[in-house]
């Protein structure tokens, strides 16, 4: 079946910093595990390059703002170069492919009456180009629940959708999903604003230019959080089924729609949780399987931000993966990440005890201990298992299964841990069965050839289950255990007992080197 997985599409005001790392990194890991089982997997990022801060911005530089997008945009590609990242397509909101058919979504919710022309009047936060109606700025004590700063009280003509009309609808749809919005917390909250009611939000602006032209009236641009939204959809050609604005986009890609991931943070939430599922419904679309919201990076236990100093940006995620490897920087992300309620508190300290005690320490020590006395005790030949596999068929089966499972949920720390849990429990066997003394006695070299090859076969699934987190470190393992790697191999054949070949040609692999700080 097919599977699509999204991040927020990043706004182009900003240049790359943690948390675009994060949030792409995290969905990469989950589209390489789903790819690795064998799924169709579609994975989109990109960048939202309308609004009103691009426009001031552009102009304080003296530039057209499509000459600032396209350089933001130029590196938000190149970052995904410096990170490795697998995604199918990077859809830009100045595309023509985009606007078309955000026109043509825009003219069938005109149609349908469930946009209408109006005048707003209330509060405007400038820097999340988020509207409030006045008892919402009032419980936020007229700042911004982002940043802080002032609301700004606006008046403005604007084209309106009727996101009031969906409220009894759309509570239904979070009674028959409750997990819809995942962490739990994060559904609480859009319920609990939820049950407060909905008001119909604009969906144009008239006080710059910088947008996409409202169909029919030029006067008017398309709200940037309207037009980004779409974009979800525009990348699968949903919105051109004629194939006027992408030929054959359609046909390629509808099919992976609906997304069964937004992968977003969680200031964003409101927007996917809410507005979002209205206009699907609007437009007779299918919902997404889930929305995960995921919390904030802090820095030594602090918010980050620029003035401190403390802020984690494109450069100093350069000079981590610089001194640590990229696999690492990655392996940090997905497991010490903010995917959860809490934020994550990202310092250099644990970032290289984190580096140490389970790269250097587990996943690079237990494998080359294991390739070490192969190496040593059978000239790196692996050996033959006798007792055929012994309690780790069973053990490795399960920790597949584990991981199986924490993937499904995108529960990426539990996915991390099954095959960690496993290299662990290799390490305590050699411990336990205590090879190097076996090798000692010429009597015992059937059960020293059972004890390595039972270990070298365990390390080589591990292997696999660590592939989507750590992907050129455990291609290094698999050219070490003399593996051809997936392509071509299914899963299951991949996590099944007994792949090594007694007698193949194993080399001694020392994956992570320590660092020092």
């Given at each position: 079946m097919?599977?699509?997985?999204?991040?927020p599409?990043?706004?182009?005001?900003?240049?790359p910093?943690?948390?675009?790392?994060y949030?792409?990194?995290v969905?990469d890991?989950?589209a390489?595990?789903?790819?690795l089982?064998g799924?169709d997997?579609?994975?989109l990022?990109?960048?939202?390059e309308h609004?009103?801060k691009?426009?001031?911005s552009?102009?304080?530089r003296g530039?057209?703002p499509?000459?600032?997008?396209?350089e933001n945009?130029?590196?938000f590609?190149?970052v995904l170069?410096?990170?490795?990242?697998?995604?199918?397509?990077?859809?830009?909101t100045?595309?023509?492919?985009?606007e078309?058919?955000v026109q043509h979504f825009?003219?069938?919710?005109?149609?349908?009456?469930d946009v209408?022309l109006?005048?707003?009047?209330?509060?405007?936060?400038?820097g999340?180009?988020?509207?409030?109606?006045?008892?919402r700025?009032k419980?936020?004590?007229?700042?911004?629940p982002i940043s802080g700063?002032?609301?700004?009280r606006?008046?403005?003509e604007?084209?309106?959708?009727?996101?009031?009309?969906?409220q009894?609808?759309l509570?239904?749809?979070y009674?028959a999903?409750?997990g819809?919005?995942?962490?739990?917390a994060?559904?609480?909250?859009?319920l609990?604003?939820?049950?407060?009611?909905?008001q119909?939000v604009?969906?144009t602006?008239?006080?710059?230019?910088?947008?996409i032209?409202?169909?029919?009236?030029e006067?008017?641009?398309?709200?940037?959080?309207?037009?980004a939204l779409?974009?979800?959809v525009?990348?699968?050609g949903?919105g051109?089924?004629?194939?006027?604005a992408?030929?054959?986009l359609?046909?390629?890609?509808?099919?992976?729609?609906?997304a069964?991931?937004?992968?977003i943070?969680?200031?964003?939430?409101?927007?996917?949780?809410?507005?979002?599922?209205?206009l699907l419904m609007?437009?007779?679309l299918?919902?997404?399987r889930?929305i995960?919201?995921h919390s904030?990076?802090?820095?030594?236990?602090?918010?980050m931000s620029?003035?401190m100093?403390?802020f984690?940006?494109?450069?100093?995620?350069e000079g981590?993966i610089?001194?640590?490897?990229?696999?690492?920087?990655?392996?940090y992300?997905a497991?010490?990440?903010?995917l959860q309620?809490s934020?994550?508190?990202?310092?250099a300290?644990?970032f290289?005890?984190?580096?140490?005690?389970e790269l250097v320490n587990?996943?690079?020590?237990?494998?080359s201990?294991?390739?070490a006395?192969?190496g040593?005790?059978f000239d790196?030949?692996?050996?033959?298992d006798?007792?055929q596999g012994g309690?780790?068929?069973?053990?490795?089966?399960?920790?597949v299964?584990d991981w199986?499972?924490?993937i499904?949920?995108l529960d990426?720390?539990?996915?991390?841990?099954a095959?960690?849990?496993?290299?662990?429990?290799?390490?305590a066997?050699?411990?336990r069965?205590?090879?190097?003394?076996?090798?000692k006695?010429p009597a015992?070299?059937?059960?020293l050839?059972?004890i390595?090859?039972?270990?070298?076969?365990?390390?080589r699934?591990a292997?696999?289950l660590l592939s989507?987190f750590?992907?050129?470190?455990?291609?290094?393992?698999?050219?070490?255990?003399?593996?051809p790697?997936a392509a071509?191999?299914t899963?299951a054949?991949?996590?099944?007992?007994?792949?090594?070949?007694?007698?193949a040609?194993?080399?001694?692999?020392?994956?992570?080197?320590r660092?020092?700080?």
């Amino acid at each position: 079946m097919p599977a699509c997985i999204t991040t927020p599409i990043y706004y182009v005001n900003d240049r790359p910093h943690i948390g675009h790392a994060y949030t792409t990194t995290v969905c990469d890991v989950w589209a390489r595990a789903m790819r690795l089982r064998g799924e169709d997997v579609f994975f989109l990022t990109g960048t939202d390059e309308h609004g009103v801060k691009v426009e001031k911005s552009a102009a304080a530089r003296g530039i057209p703002p499509k000459q600032l997008a396209d350089e933001n945009a130029a590196e938000f590609k190149r970052v995904l170069s410096v990170f490795g990242l697998t995604n199918d397509d990077f859809i830009r909101t100045t595309e023509p492919r985009h606007e078309l058919q955000v026109q043509h979504f825009v003219k069938r919710l005109l149609e349908s009456g469930d946009v209408y022309l109006g005048t707003f009047e209330g509060w405007y936060d400038e820097g999340q180009e988020e509207y409030y109606t006045d008892t919402r700025a009032k419980e936020l004590d007229y700042k911004s629940p982002i940043s802080g700063k002032p609301l700004v009280r606006a008046t403005e003509e604007n084209y309106y959708f009727r996101l009031s009309s969906f409220q009894e609808r759309l509570q239904a749809f979070y009674e028959a999903n409750p997990g819809f919005v995942q962490p739990a917390a994060r559904q609480n909250e859009v319920l609990g604003r939820l049950r407060g009611g909905l008001q119909d939000v604009p969906m144009t602006r008239t006080n710059f230019t910088w947008g996409i032209p409202f169909p029919g009236d030029e006067r008017h641009v398309i709200y940037v959080w309207i037009d980004a939204l779409f974009n979800y959809v525009t990348a699968l050609g949903v919105g051109d089924p004629d194939g006027s604005a992408a030929p054959g986009l359609h046909a390629e890609r509808a099919k992976y729609w609906p997304a069964q991931y937004h992968v977003i943070g969680k200031e964003i939430l409101w927007f996917h949780a809410v507005i979002w599922p209205a206009l699907l419904m609007a437009l007779g679309l299918p919902m997404p399987r889930r929305i995960h919201a995921h919390s904030f990076w802090i820095a030594d236990g602090q918010k980050m931000s620029k003035s401190m100093g403390n802020f984690v940006d494109l450069a100093t995620i350069e000079g981590y993966i610089g001194s640590y490897g990229l696999d690492a920087w990655r392996w940090y992300m997905a497991t010490q990440g903010p995917l959860q309620a809490s934020d994550a508190d990202f310092r250099a300290q644990h970032f290289h005890d984190t580096y140490t005690s389970e790269l250097v320490n587990v996943v690079g020590n237990c494998p080359s201990r294991v390739t070490a006395m192969i190496g040593k005790y059978f000239d790196g030949k692996m050996p033959e298992d006798a007792q055929q596999g012994g309690e780790w068929p069973a053990r490795c089966a399960s920790a597949v299964a584990d991981w199986t499972r924490a993937i499904d949920e995108l529960d990426l720390v539990a996915a991390a841990n099954a095959p960690m849990s496993l290299l662990r429990d290799i390490d305590a066997f050699i411990n336990r069965t205590e090879p190097f003394k076996v090798a000692k006695d010429p009597a015992r070299r059937e059960e020293l050839a059972s004890i390595l090859s039972q270990c070298a076969e365990a390390v080589r699934i591990a292997g696999v289950l660590l592939s989507p987190f750590l992907p050129a470190k455990m291609g290094e393992l698999d050219a070490a255990l003399a593996q051809p790697g997936a392509a071509g191999t299914t899963f299951a054949a991949r996590t099944a007992w007994g792949v090594l070949t007694p007698g193949a040609a194993l080399a001694k692999c020392a994956l992570f080197p320590r660092v020092e700080r």
